[in-house]
């Protein structure tokens, strides 16, 4: 399993630790995942995904994972969360 959000795509990073005698050593920089149900109300019907607490809040700011999917660029998605976007837009539109 990847340390790469589902939905923003953010991945670990890389820097140093500082010692106090400044010696540098490189360490990362993991993203804070956590594994998630959310509710489609298009789909009507729940996704589990492992996403970023900085993810999580956004899907609640624009208003659930529609909203957030709708707004969200292709290639920030994985292959799963890509598949529920077009799924969405798909049901919307027939909508």
Same mark, same amino acid.
């Given at each position: 399993?990847?340390?790469?959000?589902?939905?923003?795509?953010?991945?670990?990073?890389?820097?140093?630790?500082?010692?106090?005698?400044?010696?540098?050593?490189?360490?990362? +920089? *993991?993203?804070?995942?956590? @594994?998630v149900? /959310?509710?489609s109300? &298009? #789909?009507?019907?729940?996704?589990?995904?492992?996403?970023?607490?900085?993810?999580?809040?956004?899907?609640?700011?624009?208003?659930?994972?529609?909203? +957030? *999917?709708?707004?969200?660029? @292709?290639?920030? /998605?994985?292959?799963? &969360? #890509?598949?529920?976007?077009?799924?969405?837009a798909?049901?919307?539109?027939?909508?």
């Amino acid at each position: 399993m990847s340390r790469r959000c589902e939905l923003t795509g953010k991945g670990p990073m890389v820097g140093n630790n500082v010692s106090h005698a400044n010696n540098k050593t490189k360490r990362r +920089f *993991l993203p804070n995942l956590n @594994d998630v149900t /959310l509710i489609s109300d &298009a #789909l009507g019907r729940s996704f589990k995904l492992r996403v970023s607490a900085a993810a999580l809040r956004t899907v609640d700011h624009r208003g659930g994972l529609d909203a +957030f *999917l709708a707004k969200a660029k @292709d290639e920030d /998605l994985s292959a799963n &969360a #890509l598949k529920i976007k077009k799924d969405i837009a798909k049901a919307q539109a027939a909508a």
